[in-house]
């Protein structure tokens, strides 16, 4: 993807995000997920948590 496709596509979800925020009932299913994508094609990766150990039993 080229920087003017992206340029592109930036002001074409700034566009959706705005028409939501204004009227947010006039969004199509495509446009929703649209947006949907583009906000998780932005979040930083997520990092596992560690495993937890489980802990020995004592005998009483």
Known sequence: ???????EN???IGSL???ALRDPKSLTD???RKLAAS????RP???KPAAKKKAAKKKA
Do not use: I, L, N, P
């Not at 993807?1 to 340029?7: A, K, W």
């Not at 906000?39 to 932005?42: N, S």
């Open 45 to 47: 990766d997520r990092k």
């Open 39 to 42: 906000a998780f094609t932005q």
């Open 30 to 32: 495509a446009e929703v």
């Open 1 to 7: 993807m080229s920087h003017g496709e992206e340029r």
């Open 17 to 19: 995000a705005s028409k």
């Open 10 to 12: 930036s002001a074409a």
